[in-house]
């Protein structure tokens, strides 16, 4: 990557600064006006850029986008003082929580284009079941909201009724939640007990956030910002252990109580514009159970309010979205659902038709104030955008007035990369300047934000910028429409963002790098306009931005929808003829349905005859079975679950084996660090062979984790028998964590990535005992509560910078107690397989060293390699002289680069396929 000729040219010398425009202010617009600026040295460089003045599609926007949507009167109330859940004993914490608010953020809320919307928007969510809401992003849709219905008492009934919000994204749920807990003067969510057990103790924590592993709620509840998926979660109902066809059917009435999302009053589904699947899968589902718990209410009301029946209330559903879109979610809603007939629970017919009629569903739209952003484009196309965003960033920095940069990019590796030499640049530019006999320029304070990152990044990023420094936030497309950054005034952009894509026919899902749309684009742009007048750079052409699709693709068409369709029919629902907002593509449903019938976790019915003579339409039904349950309960992709079902068959040292893998594999890091030095990469490689294990990728990455908790167990142990003798207890705590750190860095082991695995091995370990899947390192003893007690008080402490896990949360169960290691990982190896028969591949005669999917048919398909990364790749065996046969092959993922790799491999025996073949 040329990025990292930059690099090298940074370290170089601060010569490399010699290409800075000499006079800065003059090769930058100083007006957005000037059509010709001076050409800076640097290609790509602000000076390159065509201006034009942004058209009207971030300042124009209309303010009524619908005739039928109410008036959203914004009434120029004050914000009334709070009054919270009814004024009983247990709301004067919550008024005394209030009390304690940073005056400066109640003004910063006060400030809020929504804020004048606030009585509009509740007298629309009390007189309508759904309300859709339209508004700029940074308007406050999602941190004011919830707090406006939590104060109109939405979430004041008893039992505890919670106002939900759904977040396409892990980073946004956990970062709203933690700002909307500031605003409220509640405590940190991330340091909430994330053990249900003990949360029933635990006081304060109105709002919480659930995200898949974790789970930061207690019993005070009442604003929760969940993933799509946790909902999703939630709707399928309790887990609850399973174990064949027939017991299936009566936990699925025991669950469908709580499929009716009844702990919850509202239900905010966010960012609906952003159609990811689980979105769209939340759309038809919430509007399924909102109506039904209309039709049981009303006929609960009809029989005169039985006191032996618990009331159930209804349900409200506002939808937001940050662009245009807002007529098709009305229209969504308005119409009646087609998912409830499927398994309704409510018997009487005719409160089921009066509940499921058409309804008004008003548009509420909140004008954000958009100041002006100044448009640049590249004259030429860039080369290399990364070399192009860098120069750009410098470029603003060394030339343009005070102001936050926000730089939009498309994964974190590039992300990691262009950090790396901003850091670098940045050391050298006041020696630079001095040498110019320039003013010295501010500090750079680079702050990347990405999916993997976790809670602890969004310090740096929504934190105040420092004085007489820049703050320069280089984000994946998470910063387009979910998160606003304070204080950002330039945005870089460069087109680009990572998208999953699933082509049918090959049944493997890649992440790519696509091109943005123009609405993505606009959206980007209008970040840099939130505060005061900004400027966007386009690291592309403006012919190219005309060329760019209006509007991006719904997910729905460009996935694999296997996880989908499992959650659907374990809800008792048919995919085929589900309330899709976006009916899916059939071809690519039905291969997701054939991958769970061959997976065994759906099975087809056909009714018995007699049925037809009864004048019922005879038509083959889909079914659950138990396996498929069991997946459809444990929160992982179909392929692991079905491989950990594999695995607890082979007795509880595989099922350990292959829990512990889908931790690592299901980490959003990588637990070794790949250094992108030549030199450094070398000695990690070095460092990696000591963990290398013949069979490949995946037994090496459990290989390494072992090694990491043996290390820790040691170090433990030390610490243990130091500490009994006459040692301080503190000092040799922390030596011994300073050894395990030592350690992780002389084997280039992630220890950040690590401790995150150890969290969800933690949370996977828990749902494998409730699921019944014996592993052997379960200790009878050990309940779960202890356990994870153990796993958030060290994950508090690391968020307070005390780093204890890593010493304290492997509780390995003594050799003795444990099964057998299969040391060469046979039993893990195949039931990986069973979960993935279509990633298995075989070597291919025609072409050295290319693969072939085993599905794929004869002639078609596409041939691939072994991603150089990896263990088995052929450069590698050749330097070890290893003699394996790689004839056979299981792979994680399949990447595009300049061409097809496949990632993490492992070797099979070809026998293990054709046992599977004659396994049905
Ligand atoms: O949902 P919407 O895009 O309409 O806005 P929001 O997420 O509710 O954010 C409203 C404002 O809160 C933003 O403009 C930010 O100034 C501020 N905010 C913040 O300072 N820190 C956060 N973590 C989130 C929002
Ligand atoms: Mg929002």
């Known amino acids: 990557m040329s990025l990292d000729t930059a690099l090298a040219q940074a370290k170089r010398s601060r010569d490399s600064f010699g290409s800075l425009p000499s006079s800065p202010s003059t090769s930058v617009p100083s007006s957005p006006n000037k059509k010709k600026h001076k050409k800076s040295k640097y290609a790509n460089a602000p000076s390159s850029f065509a201006h034009s003045p942004l058209s009207n599609g971030i300042n124009g926007l209309p303010s009524r986008p619908s005739s039928s949507s109410a008036p959203s009167s914004p009434s120029r109330k004050q914000l009334p003082s709070p009054s919270h859940e009814g004024g009983g004993a247990a709301s004067a914490w919550i008024r005394d929580a209030l009390k304690a608010v940073d005056p400066r953020i109640l003004e910063s809320r006060a400030a809020l284009p929504i804020t004048s919307g606030k009585q509009a928007i509740i007298d629309a969510v009390r007189s309508s079941d759904t309300v859709v809401i339209l508004g700029e992003t940074g308007s406050g849709k999602t941190t004011q909201i919830p707090q406006f219905l939590f104060e109109a008492g939405f979430a004041s009934r008893q039992p505890v009724q919670m106002i939900g919000v759904t977040q396409p994204r892990r980073v946004a749920a956990t970062s709203l939640a933690r700002r909307v807990a500031v605003e409220m003067g509640q405590p940190d969510p991330a340091v909430l007990p994330n053990v249900k057990g003990k949360a029933r103790t635990a006081a304060g924590g109105l709002v919480g956030y659930s995200i898949r592993f974790e789970d930061r709620t207690t019993r005070n509840t009442r604003v929760k910002f969940m993933t799509d998926g946790m909902v ?18 009566t936990s699925q009435t025991s669950a469908l109580r709580s499929n009716l999302l009844l702990k919850y009053s509202v239900l905010i589904i966010d960012e609906a514009h952003e159609r990811t699947l689980r979105t769209d899968q939340v759309l038809g589902l919430a509007k399924r159970i909102q109506r039904e718990r209309k039709a049981l209410r009303q006929s609960w009301i009809a029989r005169g309010k039985p006191a032996n029946e618990a009331e159930i209330t209804e349900l409200k559903i506002i939808v937001m979205s940050a662009t245009l879109d807002a007529n098709r979610f009305a229209d969504f809603f308005a119409t009646p659902s087609t998912a409830l007939r499927a398994n309704a629970t409510v018997t009487d017919a005719r409160a089921l038709a009066a509940a499921n009629t058409k309804q008004e569903v008003p548009i509420l739209y909140v004008k954000g104030r958009q100041h002006d952003v100044a448009m640049f484009h590249t004259e030429e196309p860039a080369q290399e955008w990364t070399d192009a965003a860098l120069r750009t960033v410098l470029q603003i920095h060394v030339s343009r007035p005070p102001g936050d940069i926000l730089v939009f990019m498309t994964g974190q590796d590039e992300i990691d990369t262009l950090a790396r030499a901003l850091e670098l640049y940045s050391s ?3 020696a630079w300047a001095e040498a110019e006999s320039k003013p010295t320029p501010m500090s ?6 990405y999916a993997a990152l976790g809670p602890s990044a969004s310090l740096k990023v929504f934190g105040p910028t420092p004085p007489r420094t820049r703050k320069v936030v280089l984000a994946t497309n998470i910063a387009e429409t979910s998160i606003t950054i304070p204080g950002i005034v330039f945005v870089v952009d460069c087109g680009l963002a990572k998208e999953k894509v699933y082509t049918p026919g090959t049944a493997v899902e890649t992440l790519q790098v696509q091109e943005i749309s123009q609405s993505a684009a606009r959206q980007r742009a209008g970040r840099a306009g939130r505060e005061r007048a900004g400027e966007c750079y386009r690291l592309y052409t403006q012919k190219a931005f005309e060329a760019l699709p209006l509007a991006g693709t719904p997910e729905i068409v460009r996935t694999d929808l296997a996880a989908a ?11 085929y003829t589900f309330d899709w907002l976006d009916t899916p593509d059939p071809e690519g449903l039905q291969e997701s349905v054939l991958q769970l019938i061959q997976l065994g976790a759906l099975d087809i019915h056909t009714p018995p005859p007699n049925k037809e003579a009864k004048g019922e339409k005879a038509t083959a039904r889909l079914v659950l079975t138990g396996i498929g349950m069991k997946m459809a309960m444990l929160p992982v992709s179909p392929a692991y679950s079905r491989s950990l079902i594999a695995a607890a068959a082979r007795g509880p040292t595989v099922a350990r084996q292959v829990r512990d893998l889908i931790a690592v594999l299901s980490s959003d890091r990588s637990i070794l660090v790949e250094p992108t030095d030549q030199e450094k990469r070398e000695e990690a490689n070095r460092a990696k062979a000591t963990f290398v294990h013949p069979s490949g990728d995946h037994a090496t990455l459990l290989c390494v984790l072992y090694a990491y908790l043996a290390e820790a167990d040691k170090v433990a142990m030390l610490t243990k028998t130091r500490s009994q003798g006459s040692a301080d207890r503190k000092v040799v705590e922390k030596e011994g964590r300073e050894q395990l750190k030592a350690w992780c860095q002389n084997h280039y082991v992630h220890q950040k990535a690590v401790k995150n695995v150890l969290h969800i091995r933690n949370q996977l370990r828990n749902i494998c005992r409730q ?4 592993c052997d390192d379960d200790h009878p003893s050990t309940t779960t509560a202890e356990l994870s007690s153990d796993d958030s008080n060290s994950d508090s402490d690391s968020e307070s910078g005390v780093d204890r896990d890593g010493l304290f949360v492997t509780h390995k169960v003594a050799s003795e107690e444990r099964g057998e290691e299969d040391e060469s990982f046979v039993g893990m190896r195949q039931s990986l397989l069973e979960g993935r028969i279509a990633n298995a591949a075989l070597k291919q005669p025609s072409a050295p060293n290319t693969y072939k999917r085993i599905t794929s048919a004869a002639g078609a398909g596409s041939t691939f390699k072994i991603h150089p990364s990896s263990t088995l790749h052929p ?13 056979a092959i299981l792979f994680e993922e399949l990447v595009f680069t300049t061409q097809t790799f496949a990632r993490t491999v492992s070797i099979i025996e070809p026998a293990w396929l054709q046992e599977l073949a004659t396994r049905k």
């Open 232 to 249: 999703l979660r939630e709707m399928i109902g309790d887990i609850s252990p399973v174990q064949t066809s027939s017991s299936a059917m």
């Open 428 to 430: 050298e530019l006041p």
């Open 444 to 449: 750079l304070m680079i702050a990347p934000l």
């Open 565 to 575: 369709v499992l959650q659907l029919c374990a809800m008792g629902q048919d995919p």
């Open 771 to 774: 699921q019944k899947l014996a």
């Open 875 to 887: 450069s590698k065996m050749a330097r070890e002289r290893a003699s394996r046969q790689t004839d």
